[in-house]
């Protein structure tokens, strides 16, 4: 059976970095399912389709036409064809996406396309319900959290370093509203898997939490890894 390595928690807490790492040193595929939800929101958004309507937003969701290219090392997201990866990015699609996600048409239509980013030598699945619903049986489980004033402050960090403008308040604003709304919703809430490794990286860098859940991947994925390497 291919390995899968899933790492859930709420935006912020540093999934997309540890993924990233992980997926470079054991040479697995990487999913960012949040990607997926983001190019859902702004599909919805542009259709000009009803956004309280759950069934158009999951028929949208079903037909979704996306795709992520590798180009020189870095991962090209495309919408129709057209490049979004910095558009998904903006705040306003990242509640959009937790409005829609929260829909069960769009979750349903989301699933089996998600499930198909499985494939040798194995991957590593980024998102909020990997190890719980999309990947029950993965062979390591990594649940990742930090404050949300230390992931308020790492996105500020984030905008400036990237010459934008960075409003602390709203920050940690939008992301305690995104973290209530994925934890609380009845369809594949934010929850640690019985059988996840939870973290907190508010106080413990990345590379140490790199450190961490490498040591338990080898521990418990030790041939697969063997065979990639
Ligand atoms: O991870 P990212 O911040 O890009 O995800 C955007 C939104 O998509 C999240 O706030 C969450 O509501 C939703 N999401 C989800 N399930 C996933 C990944 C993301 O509901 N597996």
Do not use: W
């Not at 989301?110 to 719980?132: H, I, K, S, W, Y």
């Amino acid at each position: 059976m291919t390995p899968v390595i899933t790492v859930d928690g709420p935006s912020g807490a540093g999934k997309g970095t540890l993924c990233r790492l992980l997926a470079e040193k054991t040479g697995f595929h990487l999913l960012d399912s949040g990607a997926i939800y983001r190019l859902c929101a702004l599909a919805s958004l542009e259709s000009g389709c009803d956004l309280e309507d759950q069934s158009a937003v999951g028929e949208l969701a079903r037909k979704l036409d996306i795709a992520f290219k590798l180009v020189n090392g870095a991962t090209q997201i495309l919408l129709a064809g057209e490049e979004v990866s910095t558009a998904i990015r903006e705040e306003r699609i990242g509640l959009l996406a937790s409005k829609v996600a929260a829909y069960a048409p769009v979750r349903a239509a989301l699933l089996e396309r998600q499930r198909d980013f499985c494939r040798a030598p194995g991957l590593v699945a980024d998102g909020r319900d990997m190890g719980t619903v999309v990947f029950p049986g993965a062979a390591l489980k990594v649940f990742l959290t930090a404050s949300a004033e230390e992931r308020a402050k790492r996105r500020a960090r984030q905008l400036e370093l990237a010459g934008k403008a960075a409003d602390y308040a709203k920050i940690l604003q939008d992301i305690q509203q995104r973290d209530e709304s994925d934890r609380n919703r009845e369809n594949s809430p934010l929850v640690a898997a019985s059988d996840a490794l939870e973290l907190d990286s508010t106080l413990l860098p990345i590379d140490k939490v790199f450190d961490r859940v490498y040591q338990k991947a080898v521990a418990q994925l030790g041939a697969h890894l063997g065979r990639v390497k």
